[in-house]
C-alpha cells in the first residue's frame, strides 16, 4: 500500500507541477496556447490520480501532497529549468517529506 501511494504522489506531482510549467511556459515565454492548453489537461489529470490515494481522507492526502510537492517543484526546477537548491531549499524538502511520511504512513 505505500508503494501504491508513493507512486501515486509522484505521478500527481508530475502531473501538477508539469501542467503548472506548460502554463508557466505558455504564457510567460510565449509559446502559445496549445502549451496552455496541455497545461491544463494535465492539470486536470493531476485531480483524478489524487483520488486513486489508498487513503480515504482527502484532506489527509492533499496536505501530505503540498510536501511532495515542494520537494518535486526543486526537483523540476533543476531538471527543466537549471535551478540550483542551496542547502536550506534542500533542508526544507527534506523536513516536508518527513511530514508527509508522518502524515500518511504513521501508526493510527
Given at each position: 500500500m505505500v508503494l501504491k501511494s508513493a507512486a501515486?504522489?509522484?505521478?500527481?506531482?508530475?502531473?501538477?507541477?508539469?501542467?503548472?510549467?506548460?502554463?508557466?511556459?505558455?504564457?510567460r515565454e510565449h509559446r502559445g496556447w496549445l502549451w496552455i492548453g496541455a497545461g491544463a489537461v494535465s492539470l486536470g489529470a493531476y485531480g483524478f490520480v489524487a483520488a486513486f490515494q489508498p487513503d480515504s481522507h482527502f484532506?489527509?492526502?492533499?496536505?501530505?501532497?503540498?510536501?511532495?510537492?515542494?520537494?518535486g517543484s526543486l526537483i523540476w526546477g533543476v531538471i527543466a529549468d537549471g535551478?540550483?537548491?542551496d542547502r536550506?531549499?534542500?533542508i526544507g524538502a527534506l523536513?516536508?517529506?518527513?511530514g508527509v511520511g508522518i502524515i500518511m504512513y504513521g501508526p493510527r
Open positions: 501515486l504522489f509522484v505521478l500527481a506531482a508530475l502531473l501538477e507541477i508539469g501542467g503548472a510549467w506548460l502554463v508557466w511556459q505558455g504564457l484532506g489527509r492526502v492533499l496536505a501530505a501532497y503540498g510536501g511532495v510537492f515542494i520537494a535551478f540550483r537548491p536550506w531549499d534542500v523536513i516536508c517529506l518527513g
